[in-house]
């Protein structure tokens, strides 16, 4: 079956513990995506990658780290979290063609909270 | 800042009825245009994508886009009290997706 995988699903942690959130697609997708949702403030994109080892800001980057060393796998990185960065947060892969992206496909979630 | 704007609703429709969305862009480079569904504390799946202009039919739902205007539309006919969800409008240029707030659909039985 298709489909993009994130774990944990759930967490809770305490400010300034590190953490990592992986992302695994099994679509050969060139394309891979953070997104961090928030009432009111809709999806916003944290950190993009347009195939391995290359990777770029979003609109919210602060505070986050990623890296893309093999196609299928894009792990989002928090060194010190803190509370504002409690959230849900997407995974998302998309097929590709020269610089054009295409629909989306997302992760089933990872609610973060951090105290 | 680039912006993709969206009426939060909520947009009240009786079951049968045809539900318009809207959304504005203006990113006047943007390529690609989407709709997702997104039912509370589910991740977004794709309804409809599009990307030149005039409208895309599939089933009951139909896109429109009109890249002069910088505007883009969902029409769901026949609204079915399951499509009660939040509809995401994205728009994407060379690599970053934007996302509308999105609008909350409640189709009364």
């Known amino acids: 079956e298709a489909q993009v995988t994130q774990n944990p699903r759930y967490l809770i942690t305490v400010t300034g513990k590190k953490l990592t959130v992986t992302c695994s697609q099994n679509?050969?997708?060139?394309?891979m995506s953070w997104y961090r949702q928030d009432p009111g403030l809709g999806l916003r994109q944290i950190y993009y990658?347009?195939?391995?080892?290359?990777?770029d800001k979003g609109d919210v980057p602060e505070g986050y780290k990623v890296s893309r060393k093999e196609k299928r796998n894009f792990p989002l990185i928090l060194e010190s979290p803190s509370p504002n960065q409690t959230s849900l947060y997407f995974c998302?892969?998309?097929?590709?063609?020269?610089?054009?992206?295409?629909?989306?496909?997302f992760g089933p979630g990872t609610r973060l909270t951090v105290t | 800042q680039k912006e993709v704007e969206q009426n939060s609703g909520p947009l009240s429709v009786p079951e049968g009825a045809i539900a318009s969305l809207n959304c504005t862009y203006s990113?006047?480079?943007?390529?690609?245009f989407f709709w997702y569904r997104q039912y509370s504390g589910k991740s977004p799946e794709l309804i409809m994508s599009i990307y030149s202009n005039g409208d895309k039919e599939d089933g009951r739902f139909t896109a429109q886009l009109n890249k002069a205007s910088q505007y883009v539309s969902l029409l769901i006919r026949d609204s079915q009290p399951s499509d009660s969800a939040t509809y995401l409008c994205a728009v994407t240029g060379t690599y970053k997706y934007i996302f509308g707030t999105g609008t909350r659909l409640k189709v009364l039985a």
């Open positions: 998302a892969s998309s097929p590709t063609a020269g610089t054009a992206t295409y629909e989306q496909y």
């Open positions: 679509m050969n997708h060139e394309y």
């Open positions: 990658s347009m195939n391995v080892e290359v990777t």
């Open positions: 990113d006047r480079v943007s390529q690609s």
